[in-house]
Each structure stands twice: as C-alpha cells, then as structure tokens.
C-alpha cells in the first residue's frame, strides 16, 4: 500500500519541502490557462478555476487560494461511496495553517483538569489500539452556493463533503492514560493553525466528555489507508462520526480538559444558526434564538447526471447517486417526479458504515417526453427525513432539503 499509515516516517519531510513551495506560486493569474467550471448558483458568481497545482490533490474548483478553500467537481461522487483522498476538500480559517510538518517532531499536548498531563509523539500513538470506520466529513456551509438569495461565506457547491475509512485511536483511550479529574466539563481541541492577529481567536471546538468518551471519536492519522494528505491535516486529525466538520479540528496538537464552560469564539458565537424547524427562516425574519451546529443531517444527491441534461424516452432511465444519514445510518432513499406528492423507493447499495456515504440507484419510468423534474430523498434510521421546503438562514448554513434535477427525455 502506497503511503502506509504505519510508513509516516523522513520520507514525508522530503513531500514537505513541495508542500511548503506550493502556495507560494498561486497567484490569481496561474490559473488563466486552466479549465473553468460553471457552478450554476442561482445568485450568479458561477464561474471557478479548476487547478490541479495543490500538494496531493488532483483537480481542484479553487474558491479561496489562501488560505485554501477547494473543493472536487461533483462527477467524483458517481465513482464510489469513498471519496479519493487527492479529492478531498480542504477548508482552513487561518492563513497560518502548516505547510510543512516533521512528523518526528509533532506532538499532542493532552493537559488542563487532568491527573497526569501527557505529550504525545506519533511514534507513541502508532503503537496505541487503533479503530478504522467509515464517516463523512460535511464542511457546515456545503452547498452554500445555492442559497437564494445569496449568503456571505466559503461559496461551497455540493462538494464541500467526503466519505473516508479514517484509522487512528479511540480519543477515549488516550484521556484515559491522562485521567480526566472529578469536576472536568469539557474537552478542548485546538490544531497547528495558531492565531494570525492578537484580536483574532484561536480556532477551537470543545466536545462534552461523555462524547469526548464514546470510543468512536478519534485521533486519527489514516484515512482510506493513507496518512493524511497535508492539506487535510496531516499528521493528525479529530474525528468526529456523525458531526459536522467543524469540530474535526485538524493538525490537532493540542487537548484541553476544562473545568469550566468553553467561553471562546468559535464554540460560543461561531457556526451557530437559527434554533427554529429545519433551521430555516425567511430573509430579513428576526426574533430567533442561534444554537451551535452539532450533528449532520440527511442528504442525497442523483450523481450519474446531472441537472439539465436529456435522456432518451421511452424506456426508464438509470439513476445512480448518493446518500447519507447524517448521525445514524441511511433507512430509506426514495425518488419523486411529482414535486413530492408521490414517492418511489430506489435500491440501497452496500452498507459500508451508519455514518458513511451509501450508495443508492433505480431504473426510472419518466412519464413522457419533455421536461421532468427528479427529486430524491433519504431518511435516516431515526426517521428523520429531507424536508422539502428549501432551507434558508443568514449564514448558509447546513442545507439539507430534498435536491431535484431536471431532465429532458427527448
Ligand atoms: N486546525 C483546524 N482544523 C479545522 C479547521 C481549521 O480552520 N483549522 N476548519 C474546520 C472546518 S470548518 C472544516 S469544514 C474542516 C475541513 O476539513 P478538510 O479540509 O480536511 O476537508 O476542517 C475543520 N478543522
Ligand atoms: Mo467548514
């Protein structure tokens, strides 16, 4: 296997030399000879560079250079249910993110209300029990783009998501060496990325220690059986199956166990929306109380076409695409050529984990020729289901409505 996770050694001090290179040559005009793709937002603002120029990363629609907002082309989706490690997203706050890591000198700080404080090498967390399970990684402003009206932050498409087998050790394990003492509350985490400006905060996400405890938050290091790729925080990373990406605090060096309630930025003011159903209200609405984002929520998309493409009548047409459950697993995907008055089931693929992508596909009979408009759902195995109702809030946050596609059977 290429790049073993076992293998994360001086060979990666010789990547991190490129790596450190990278951003340095892209400027804006670097892209003037590569491939543009149109996004289709409905507030314009459509048009994005693709670029191929990022260290491990294959082709790219470029956002944001510095610091990196990138996300792949949606066909990558139809492939398979695990996203390509070269295809991962990346999105980082800070311009201080790392470029170059010696994985011999990192370490994990786990300290604050605990009985023994540790520092950790990868060394010492390699040789740790480790667990493998699938998730996805959904960025809190995926699909953003398609907000209407328009919304201010990271202009994400639908791929500002992936699906990874993630390897690493249970965080579990490693407080329990450190001894977490009676009165602790919660748990602080904090990567590589320091503060760019004294009146800027640090980016930080805190979980509750029963969560913190559950054995399937990890430290992970191996994704889809590689280390990670640098730009999605390499050496080390959190994992949280079920949650949003936000608290997968990456190039994580250091852990806090806090005796008192997290008051910084990013756990009390940031990634909050509003606290009403569906987390949607109308523009300009006031008199709602925010509430942090915590867990995914069901999704589904057609991947094998796309939106405005024809197909041929008079036989069904084969549907392909994805769907996740959110924190609990897929129980049902179903598509509707009625604006969801009616439904009809479509076929679940393998289950490869409850918090991963499943995959799911059906042989449609389109009613006619003409214009058709295919809407796919999933519920999840607590019976939560996509809403139809386009979600909208100010912050673009966690779009998760029923998708519909139009096709043409000509
Ligand atoms: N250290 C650190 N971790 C971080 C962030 C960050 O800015 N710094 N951004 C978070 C957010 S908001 C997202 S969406 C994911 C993106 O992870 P990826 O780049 O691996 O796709 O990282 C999370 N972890
Ligand atoms: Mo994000």
């Known amino acids: 296997m290429r790049d073993s996770i076992e293998g994360i050694s001086r060979r990666r001090l010789m990547a991190g030399a490129a790596i450190l290179a990278a951003p340095a040559i892209l400027p804006r005009r670097v892209f003037a000879d590569e491939p543009v793709v149109d996004l289709h937002s409905p ?26 907002w990138l996300e792949p082309r949606f066909e990558i989706f139809d ?29 994990l700080a786990v300290r604050g209300h605990v009985e023994k404080p540790l520092t950790i090498s990868m060394k010492d967390l390699l040789a740790m029990p480790r667990i493998s399970l699938a998730a996805v990684s959904q960025c809190a402003g995926n699909s ?30 490693v407080l329990d060496l450190a001894g977490i003492k009676p009165g602790a509350q919660v748990i602080r985490f904090a990567g590589a990325d320091e503060s760019p400006a004294e009146d800027t905060p ?61 008051t910084n930025y990013w ?26 984002i915590t867990k995914l929520f069901p999704r589904s998309f057609v991947t094998n076409l796309k939106d405005g493409d024809k197909v041929a009548s008079g036989k069904p047409v084969y549907l392909r695409g994805i769907a996740f459950g959110g924190d609990c697993g897929v129980a049902k995907v179903e598509l509707s050529l009625d ?28 009613p006619g020729t003409g214009a058709h408009a295919v809407s796919v759902r999933c519920t999840n195995s607590k019976g939560e289901a996509q809403p139809l109702k386009t979600t909208w809030n100010p912050q673009g946050y966690m779009r998760f409505n029923v998708e519909t596609i139009k096709l043409t059977a000509a």
Not at 43 to 68: C, D, Q, W, Y
Not at 88 to 103: A, I, L, N, R
Not at 339 to 366: H, I, M, P, T, V
């Open 339 to 366: 604006g969801g008055q009616s439904w009809q089931a479509a076929k679940l693929g393998k289950d490869e984990g409850k918090y991963g992508f499943r995959r799911w596909e059906s042989n449609l009979a389109l």
């Open 79 to 107: 492939k398979g249910v695990f996203t390509p490690n070269n295809q991962h997203y990346v999105s980082w706050h800070y311009q201080t993110f790392p470029t170059e890591v010696d994985p011999d000198k990192f370490t």
């Open 144 to 173: 953003r783009l398609y907000f209407e009206p328009g919304v201010a932050g990271a202009p994400w498409a639908n791929g500002s998501m992936a699906n990874a087998l993630w390897t690493g050790v249970p965080l579990r394990h």
């Open 43 to 68: 507030s314009g603002n459509s048009l994005r560079h693709i670029s191929s120029a990022f260290p491990e990363k294959g082709p790219m629609i470029v956002h944001r250079t510095r610091p990196n």
């Open 202 to 262: 640090r980016f930080m996400k805190s979980l509750s220690i029963d969560h913190a405890r559950d054995g399937e938050v990890m430290l992970a290091f191996g994704i889809n059986g590689e280390q990670l790729p640098l730009l999605n925080g390499f050496p080390l990373r959190l994992v949280v199956p079920g949650w949003v990406a936000t608290y997968w605090i990456k190039a994580l060096n250091d852990i806090e166990v806090l005796d008192q309630p997290d």
């Open 267 to 292: 756990t009390v003011k940031g990634y909050r929306f509003p606290d009403v159903p569906d987390h949607t209200v109308a523009p300009g609405q006031t008199g709602y109380n925010l509430v942090s």
